[in-house]
């Protein structure tokens, strides 16, 4: 239960870290405070548009100041879209880099490609190292070392037993969810 709590608040954190990276991105800053900036002025200039004009030509004025942020908006999420997508294809360009220069790095790319192997190399210890656990673990499962007895008086009784445990599993069930709304909050 530990473990399934410990994965939806990792999660959850992990949600949570890309939302304050991207909330955190420059572009995006810059776009916020843009935005933020020309409501002010927006405000501004309502204010003296409602002193010499006609209710209509103020509502027109607001109205395509909000259709005019709405778009700001959008089009800084799709430029945020396409710095994401821009990284992605620099890691392949890179990646393609590497397959293909591997054996005889050049120049600058020499250190660079040193630090692939190393970090190559660790990955490569540690699953085999995973792989020596998971087969030790299976050996070990071959010989139960665990025996579990039910024993319920009547069937009614191991019937009641197993609706408190369902009740108290969902009970752990919704205070994590609880959690994870409040998390995302």
Do not use: W
């Not at 709590?5 to 405070?33: C, F, H, L, R």
């Not at 909000?66 to 294809?89: C, P, Q, W």
């Not at 009784?157 to 752990?172: I, R, T």
């Amino acid at each position: 239960m530990a473990d399934y709590k410990d994965i939806i608040t990792g999660t959850i954190s992990n949600i949570m870290g890309k939302v304050k990276e991207v909330a955190e991105n420059p572009s995006v800053k810059d776009a916020v405070g843009k935005v933020k900036a020309a409501a002010e002025d927006t405000v501004g200039k309502v204010k003296e548009a409602a002193e010499g004009s006609t209710v209509k030509e103020v509502y027109d004025q607001g109205a395509n100041r909000v259709k005019s942020y709405g778009r700001i908006a959008k089009l800084s999420l799709e430029m945020n879209g396409d710095y994401e997508e821009l990284k992605r294809v620099y890691t392949e360009i890179g990646k393609l880099c590497y397959d293909q220069f591997k054996d005889a790095p050049e120049g600058f790319f020499a250190p660079l490609f040193a630090q692939v192997e190393e970090i190559s190399a660790r990955i490569e210890r540690n699953e085999a190292e995973i792989e020596a656990m998971k087969a030790e673990t299976a050996c070990h499962q071959e010989e139960p070392d665990i025996s579990v007895e039910i024993v319920a008086d009547s069937v009614e009784d191991a019937a009641e037993e197993y609706k408190a445990a369902a009740e108290e599993f969902q009970s752990v069930v919704d205070a994590t969810e609880t959690e994870g709304s409040a998390t995302e909050e």
